[in-house]
């Protein structure tokens, strides 16, 4: 009988030594962060970890608030474009009846918020690093390009809603250890725009002196790029500081960028990553990289987003600016399946910038170019009193397109041919909205917009309504956030 | 031979000497009982029947005790009689009943927990799925729901309450001494009997996964001695209850006027009835072939069984092929060799629901699709008609047939165990159990039918993963007694346990113009990954019992548990419990009436950590595939969870007490609980600020209770030819939120149409009720909704927002009524759910009018400037969804009352039984759902689109309706 007692014994005995190493998993499909036992465990242990995290930062530019709500929020949220389709939540963007909890507006705020952690992680680790694998001069591109991302994100966020929390740390852990350390990134209060301000430009300054000048393509932090978004943030920022969009501006211009001989060979997709391109998106298509937010906006299997507005077509007519409206709209027969009230059904008009939207979804996306930033030169010399200096970049972009000289011969009345210029130039791109914005002039503009048969619209743009809501859902977790007047 | 007649006539005269009675002892049908127990009372005389059931006893006076498991014990007096024939009726309880516990089996009498058993009778002759549909109604305490009505779809099954957010409120199935947490395999034929182990004293010798309770489910087996051959079938029918009417294509334009003026084509005038091209028959059957028997020395179990169920919105089906073996050999007089095998194979199709019509959801698309619409282009493209209006929002038609989708799993569940007894009341099991799961997913969407396969030219997926676990369980037992007054028993185990899950997928994309090829090969674009998940836990248990004659009754365990998915991995989980058998005491002797009475009270603590991610604990990095680099530098990564370095057991303290009693000779049984459960260290979801790039983290973050009280009642009303029997059941729980770390509220529950969450978890609020604003009513000016001014600061903002509904039953209740008369069997089986609500979403989308969706009739009555009295509001477009906010507009009684089902049997009569060589016949016919009585609007109140979701509970949101089913069945014994 002992010897039974023995065997039983002996089970026991087995399966509990065997018990600790049996409790002891660790993930086989992801990687582990940082050890947790180790206070000084690090964050990247080598080059390639650093590498693949900005991979994953850069990621972001293709997530869906850039490839489709970065364009209503700056196409349908102005006189550009109608809202299209059939969605609601497009709807309150068009017409200014955003609430707080639009389902674009959360969204939007947790996109923005992603690729800033993403960025902070490798902006607050990168100098730990000690593979000797990574030069410090690739560490510093890297700690560059990271920081020109943060400012890109922040620079959306900030015109978005105005205050906005800033978070510049990040949290790899949540315990209640360190529950109080970092309870005001879990918690956040925001910050004022001005703070925000001032945080996108040390960023890009910080970033300026890193990052390369030339990249592999378009799709990355370069001098130019970081040029142009400060060029972009000076003319945003309250007050404006013309000087500094004048001296980046120039720092773009001469940085080896050229205008296109011909406007629709930016969107014909012959040449990607052209010599007028300072930021562009690369998609190489398929299903871990392909852009389908164009088939939002093209295509006539359902009515698509982003409808071209009457008032933009009456304003290329004006000017009698077909190039330009040719390569940015195009009309075609929908009858037998929709119809719109402000088009007749064989003559309705899509976005035409885009033009890969039935394929292998390749299509780039051009962010900032250099017409854009050649006009906001010409706003900041007309803002610093040298109209016939802004006349001339103004002409050089209508040259372009076959179109007689400006007539403006004064300030005021070159900052209305500058607005018009931008408007026809940098149609859906993602632009008009802000650009109305920063300059004041949306509730005018914009309450003035005019329909099908010339009559307004019937926009309602208020005060409150240049900025969003912050989303309820926000408020409802975080009581440190505060919502915007008017929500 | 003259010397044995001479003897036999001796015996005979010695015993007609004495005075004896002789007879035969029946069932009610007439059937002999064999080795039923006939006693003189208050002597030692007694006997036990034949083959035949006779038996013989040598007394002419006194009182004979006729005794037999599972029959009313009965008491007839003596009168000089010489013959005897007792009937003996069918008992709810018995004495000697013994019920399976956690590692053993206890008599009934002597527990001191709450444990409810749910037998073969709850099964037999209704057509279902799982078993865990066998437990709806049956089981006071366990409140199960079947969160849609599509086949092979999950129950929610709730022991006394949700306990945890996040970890898991499913019960652990423990099946032939197998864990699982997934029973859709088990065939709920081969059930004998199931213990629902409801307590933590019961439960807690399972510790580390029994805060949700433990049902032990145990298989037939075979009878030594007796071959029985059963075949059993069934075939069915099942139609939807009701139908929601929707706009015609004439009230459909004039109300797209009002939203949208100018958007429909004007020769759009078809018309299309969307949930008549949906909702069909649905079918069941089954079809089963058992053989049992064996000898003293080997036993068997062999059933093959297939089981085919299709949906009433096509293509979801459900059918199943499974193979079950259980052996039972006697090797040696000491050693005890168990098998049991379960194979099966089955296959699942998938009716997407639970979705908004432009994302995939049928149920909503065939109320929200515009009725001008055709099922096919009239081009004859062979192509859906699609919806203009909004992105991939096909026709239901598309939804359900566009894409070729199908899940298979084959898996083996089985285990073997060798059981020593080493010397009398001292044995040692060891029990090495597997589950082994393949699944495969495949999905073919062809490049031309479909506005999403002609964009993508066409899209393939394939998902295969396996899933393997095994167990080791080892398990000492010591059984005894010191003078047949103190009885007691030890065990003592230990456990281990390990999981791992491989996964491959692939995604392809640009398919050749052949729609016979379905395969990934000829897919153009690919992409894929696999990924590998394990867990394992370790475990040490004792467990001490003891009883003082069957009078006071004691019981202890103590279990320790260590999981690999916490940073603190080891919990130890104990419990106690005591029972007073007052009806065993000398007073109560003469208590005639009193059968059985007993007081129980139990206390114990259970783990759980069932449902969080088996990396809860670590920070992760997951990688993203980037264009390649020159040179190589891998994918892109990010962070995407959070590690939690405190991570640790969620832990549910229960205290129960209980009182069993039984009166006339077992013909009244009642059975009343009273619990409270109270779980500390809620694991939880935490929701974090969206200004951070992850979310969420998993942590312990609170503290939830549960009380309640259940009351269960059995009674033999009448017996004899005509016999009547009455099983109710009814459980009260409250749930409630105590505490709640990091943030004082969470949101869940997030509807589509509208982007707000209607769940809100909160101190002091049980899990599950609705939040948002008040409605009252519409404006006579504007037609519009107004909400109250809940937090009275004159404006309408968030902070109107409160508690606007309940998604918890006050009770949850069962009735069954069986009446047999001669050889028919008549079962109605009641079964409901008392004060609670349901949040509509459906009526968001069908009543909301803000968009091109078609809306239901009710918006006939819409606000107009010439229809101000009304309380619908008026139909307005360009993005204004002011009235369809969650609110109390969209709150419903969700109460029902449900004739869960029906079944009339006939039983087939001995004579015609021989003459056909059978020795079983009987058909029956049964109805389920047939009637349900309720308020509520939807297609039916047992609904929740959030399945087994602890925090949402009760949502509609086009949820699969649940279907009325008749069936025709037949079981042959041969």
């Known amino acids: 009988m002992k010897k039974y007692i023995y065997f039983l014994s002996s089970l026991l005995f087995i399966s509990m030594i065997a018990c600790d190493d049996f409790l002891e998993l660790e993930p086989h499909s992801q990687s582990v962060v940082v050890d947790n036992t180790a206070g000084d465990s690090l964050y990247f242990n080598s080059a390639s970890e650093l590498e693949a995290a900005l991979g994953g930062a850069y990621g972001d530019f293709k997530n869906e608030y850039f490839q489709l709500d970065y364009y209503v929020n700056g196409d349908a949220q102005s006189d550009d474009a109608y809202a299209g389709g059939d969605n609601p939540d497009n709807f309150q963007i068009d017409d200014y009846m955003l609430d707080a909890v639009n389902r674009n507006v959360s969204r939007d705020w947790a996109y923005l918020y992603s690729a800033i952690g993403k960025v902070n992680n490798i902006i607050n680790n990168a100098d730990d690093v000690t593979d000797p694998a990574l030069t410090d001069s690739r560490k510093q591109e890297i700690i560059g390009e990271a920081a020109f991302i943060r400012a890109f994100m922040y620079f959306q966020l900030v015109q978005l809603w105005g205050d906005v929390p800033l978070q510049l740390l990040e949290v790899t852990s949540i315990s209640a250890d360190k529950l109080e350390e970092i309870y005001a990134q879990i918690f956040p209060a925001r910050a004022s725009a001005a703070e925000v301000y001032a945080q996108i430009i040390s960023d890009l300054e910080t970033a300026l002196t890193r990052v390369r000048t030339t990249a592999p393509h378009k799709g990355f932090a370069t001098t130019g790029a970081v040029n142009a978004l400060l060029a972009k943030v000076y003319a945003t920022r309250e007050p404006h500081d013309w000087a500094k969009v004048s001296q980046y501006a120039d720092a773009v211009i001469g940085g080896g960028y050229s205008l296109l001989p011909e406007y629709d060979q930016l969107w014909d997709n012959a040449v990607e990553n052209s010599a007028e391109s300072i930021f562009e998106i690369n998609y190489e298509g398929g299903p871990s990289d392909g852009n389908w937010g164009v088939t939002i906006f093209r295509g006539k299997d359902w009515k698509k987003f982003n409808l071209p507005a009457n008032d933009l077509i009456a304003a290329f007519t004006a000017e009698n600016d077909n190039i330009r409206k040719n390569a940015s709209i195009i009309f075609e027969d929908v009858s037998g399946l929709w119809s719109d009230a402000r088009y007749p059904q064989n003559a309705y008009p899509f976005i035409n910038k885009w033009r890969n939207f039935g394929g292998d979804g390749a299509q780039n996306y051009i962010f900032i170019r250099l017409a854009d930033i050649l006009l906001l030169k010409a706003e900041a010399l007309n803002e610093l009193g040298d109209a016939n200096g802004a006349a001339a970049i103004v002409n050089q972009i209508r040259d372009r397109v076959n179109l007689a000289p400006t007539s403006a011969n004064n300030q005021s009345i070159m900052r209305l041919a500058i607005e018009k210029e931008r408007r026809l130039e940098l149609a859906f791109e993602g632009i008009r909205w802000f650009d109305l914005k920063r300059t004041g002039r949306a509730i005018d503009v914009v309450n003035q917009a005019k329909g099908p048969d010339g009559n307004l619209v019937g926009y309602m743009l208020t005060e409150p309504h240049l900025l969003w809501p912050v989303p309820q859902a926000e408020l409802d977790k975080n009581a440190n956030l505060t919502q915007n007047p008017g929500y | 031979m003259v010397k044995i007649i001479s003897t036999l006539v001796f015996l005979f005269i010695t015993v007609c000497s004495y005075s004896q009675v002789s007879g035969r002892i029946t069932d009610s049908k007439g059937e002999p009982l064999i080795g039923a127990v006939v006693r003189l009372k208050d002597t030692d005389v007694a006997t036990l029947t034949d083959i035949d059931g006779h038996y013989t006893v040598g007394a002419n006076e006194g009182t004979l005790v006729v005794s037999y498991t599972g029959f009313i014990q009965k008491e007839i007096p003596l009168t000089g009689q010489t013959t005897l024939d007792i009937v003996m009726e069918d008992a ?12 053993g089996v206890q008599k009934k009498t002597e527990l001191t927990s709450a444990v409810v058993v749910v037998g073969e009778e709850s099964i037999r002759n209704r057509p279902m799925v799982s078993a865990a549909e066998a437990l709806q109604g049956k089981a006071a305490g366990v409140q199960v729901t079947q969160p849609s009505g599509k086949p092979g779809n999950d129950f929610a099954v709730r022991i006394r309450g949700t306990t945890s957010v996040l970890a898991g409120n499913e019960p652990l199935y423990v099946v032939d001494g197998v864990p699982t947490t997934d029973i859709r395999g088990l065939n709920p034929n081969d059930i004998a009997t199931m213990s629902v182990l409801k307590d933590a004293s019961s439960a807690s010798i399972y510790g580390a996964r029994a805060a949700n309770g433990v049902v032990l489910i145990t298989t037939k087996r075979g009878i030594a001695g007796k071959s029985v051959i059963e075949l059993n079938a069934y075939y069915g029918v099942s139609d939807i209850r009701k139908t929601i009417q929707t706009l015609s ?24 009835d969307w949930q008549d091209e949906t909702f069909g028959y649905g079918t069941n059957q089954s079809y089963q072939l058992s053989f049992r028997g064996g000898t003293d020395v080997t036993r068997y179990l062999i059933s093959g069984n297939y089981l085919n169920q299709t949906g009433i919105a096509k293509p979801a089906s459900f059918d199943r092929y499974s193979v079950r073996l259980n052996l039972d050999n006697k090797a040696t007089e000491w050693l005890n060799i168990g098998v049991n095998l379960n194979m099966l194979r089955s296959r699942t199709k998938d009716t997407p629901d639970n979705a908004s019509s432009g994302r995939g959801g049928v149920i909503m698309s065939a109320l929200n699709t515009p009725p001008f619409l055709h099922v096919f282009k009239t081009d004859g493209s062979g192509q859906y008609d699609p919806n203009p209006f909004q992105p991939s929002w096909e026709n239901p038609i598309a939804y359900m047939f566009g894409a070729d989708q199908e899940a298979s799993d084959t898996r083996v569940i089985g285990n073997v165990s060798g059981e020593v007894s080493v010397f009398k009341g001292f044995s040692l099991k060891t029990n090495f159990g597997v589950d082994h799961n393949n699944h495969q997913w495949d999905y073919y969407l062809d490049p031309f039918k479909t506005t999403f396969g002609r964009n993508n030219n066409g899209i393939g997926q394939a998902d295969k993963s396996t899933s393997s676990i095994w167990l080791w369980e080892n398990t000492a037992h010591y059984n005894s007694e010191i003078n047949d007054v103190h009885h007691f028993s ?6 281990i346990q390990k ?24 897919a153009n ?9 394990e867990w394992s836990l370790a475990s040490f248990f004792g467990r001490v019992t003891y009883d003082y004659k069957s009078k006071y009754l004691l019981a202890a365990s103590v279990r320790r548990d260590g999981s690999s998915k916490l940073a603190n991995p080891w919990g130890t989980m104990p419990s106690v419990s005591a029972g007073w058998r007052i009806s065993a005491e000398p007073f109560m002797q003469n208590m005639n009436a009193i059968y059985d009475l007993k007081l129980r009270a139990g206390w114990g603590k259970n783990g759980n950590q069932e449902g969080i991610p088996n990396y809860a604990q670590y920070g992760l990095v997951s990688y993203y595939r980037r264009s390649p680099t020159n040179p190589l530098s891998g994918p892109s990564s990010a962070q995407v969870t959070y590690g939690n370095p405190d991570l640790r057991w969620e832990t549910t303290t229960q205290s129960n007490i209980g009182i069993d009693l039984s009166l006339f000779g077992g013909r009244l049984n009642l059975i009343a609980d009273a619990y409270v459960k109270k779980t500390d ?12 790039p992850i979310s969420t983290i998993q942590t312990n973050a609170g503290k939830i209770e549960n009380k309640g009280f259940e009351f269960s009642l059995g009674s033999v009303n009448t017996t004899g030819t005509f016999s009547w029997s009455t ?18 509220v969470y949101f869940f529950g997030r509807i589509y149409s509208n982007n707000q969450d209607v769940s809100i978890v909160r101190e002091g609020l049980p899990l599950g009720v609705f939040y948002g604003y008040i409605s009252e009513g519409v404006d006579p000016e504007t037609g519009d909704i107004v909400y109250k001014d809940f937090n009275e600061n004159g404006i309408f903002d968030p902070g109107d927002r409160t508690i606007i509904g309940d998604g918890n039953p006050d009770f949850t209740y069962g009735l069954t009524n069986t009446f047999s008369w001669k050889n028919f069997e008549l079962n109605l089986f009641l079964q409901g759910s008392q004060g609670n609500e349901i949040f509509n979403a459906t009526r968001i989308d069908l009543e909301g009018m803000f968009d091109s969706k078609n809306q239901s009739v009710v918006v006939l009555d819409r606000w107009t400037p010439d229809n101000r009295d009304t309380e619908i509001p008026r139909a307005i477009g360009g993005g204004n969804v002011k009235n369809v906010l969650n609110s109390s507009r969209f709150v419903e009684d969700g109460s029902y009352l449900r004739l869960k089902s029906v079944t009339l049997a006939y039983s087939i009569g001995n004579r015609i039984l021989d003459r056909l060589n059978l020795q079983k016949l009987s058909v029956y016919v049964t109805g389920q759902n047939l009637l349900t009585f309720t308020g509520y609007s939807g297609f039916d109140p047992e609904v929740n689109a959030f399945g087994r979701s602890a925090t949402e509970l009760g949502i509609d949101y086009g949820t699969y309706p649940q279907s009325r089913t008749v069936t025709f069945g037949v079981n042959v014994e041969f």
Do not use: M
Not at chain 2, 92 to 103: F, M, Q, T
Not at chain 2, 681 to 692: M, Y
């Open chain 2, 499 to 522: 999981s791992k899950w491989s996964q491959s997928f692939l995604y392809g994309t640009d398919y050749p113009d052949d729609i016979a090829v379905h395969t990934l090969n000829a």
């Open chain 2, 249 to 272: 294509t004439k009230q459909y334009r004039d109300l797209i006027d009002e939203i949208i003026p100018g958007a429909l084509d004007p020769a759009a005038t078809g018309y299309t």
């Open chain 2, 525 to 533: 674009v690919i992409t894929g990954s696999t990924d590998v998940q």
């Open chain 2, 92 to 103: 709810l309880y018995n004495l000697n009943d013994v019920v399976v516990i956690g590692y």
């Open chain 2, 490 to 495: 030890i065990l003592a185990g230990s456990s």
């Open chain 2, 681 to 692: 260290d809620v694991l939880l979801n935490v929701q974090l600020s969206n200004s951070l």
């Open chain 2, 727 to 744: 099983d109710a059941n009814i459980s009260f729980n409250k749930n409630k939120v105590i505490e709640l770390d990091f943030t004082e």
